[in-house]
């Protein structure tokens, strides 16, 4: 799978919109880009996937660049609940697992 | 629908005792993943089973063993605990294969010490 990079942590103000970037520079054509989200020690929970269109569901949207080398995260309206470790990974389906990385801790503030 | 379920939530052990930790799903997901994952780090996969009767090690499968005798039940065995296990391990499932555009569903973990 390709390796991802991301910040360590971030801070949003409760209310504004929370944009976390992802780098895969070395993503593979076949190869999708996953976020998942940890809460405070919970098990992970799924957000979103994509592999090359942008996408949207009802807790966020997935931002994919043209060359598939990087991807944003969005939450539009972000909540004090928002606070967590926001994990994105690349995997493709033969591989059957997901790598996780250390990820990057939001802190929405109020 | 429960989803994925881990017991028990904690537990301590001592150096060279032995334990299983139980994970059922009740989606009739084929996939299923036990990982751990130790202080500030992320998750790394220990076992995974693609369906009933077959299993597979991950990264970091020493001291570990796994069977999957149905589709709802994946125990993972410890044998003589160590200290170096103490983590918090979590169970998934998943429909498909994780990679092929579907998403994994998380217990809530079994928190683990060993003194």
């Known amino acids: 799978d390709a390796k991802t990079t991301q910040p360590p942590s971030m801070d949003c103000a409760e209310g504004r919109a929370a944009n976390l970037p992802c780098n895969h520079s070395?993503?593979?054509?076949?190869?999708?880009v996953y976020w998942y989200r940890q809460i405070h020690s919970q098990g992970p929970q799924y957000i979103i996937h994509?592999?090359?269109n942008n996408e949207t569901n009802e807790m966020a949207s997935l931002i994919i660049t043209e060359d598939r080398k990087s991807s944003t995260l969005i939450l539009p309206h972000a909540t004090l609940r928002d606070t967590a470790v926001y994990y994105c990974?690349?995997?493709?389906?033969?591989?059957?697992?997901?790598?996780f990385g250390k990820g990057t801790l939001l802190t929405v503030n109020p | 629908n429960a989803g994925v379920t881990q017991t028990p939530k904690f537990r301590i052990l001592k150096i060279g005792q032995s334990m299983t930790l139980q994970c059922a799903q009740d989606m009739n997901h084929n996939y299923m993943y036990w990982y751990r994952q130790d202080p500030g780090m992320g998750l790394k996969l220990i076992y995974y089973?693609?369906?009933?009767?077959?299993?597979d090690k991950g990264e970091v499968p020493n001291g570990y063993n796994v069977s999957r005798s149905t589709t709802e039940y994946f125990p993972l065995r410890l044998e003589l605990a160590a200290p170096s296990q103490t983590s918090v391990y979590f169970c998934?499932?998943?429909?498909?294969?994780?990679?092929?555009?579907?998403?994994?569903?998380f217990g809530q973990g079994t928190r683990l010490t060993v003194v």
């Open positions: 990974i690349v995997s493709a389906g033969s591989n059957y697992k997901l790598t």
């Open positions: 070395t993503i593979s054509g076949n190869e999708y």
């Open positions: 994509g592999l090359k």
């Open positions: 089973s693609v369906g009933a009767g077959i299993t």
């Open positions: 998934a499932s998943s429909y498909g294969g994780i990679g092929v555009w579907t998403e994994a569903f």
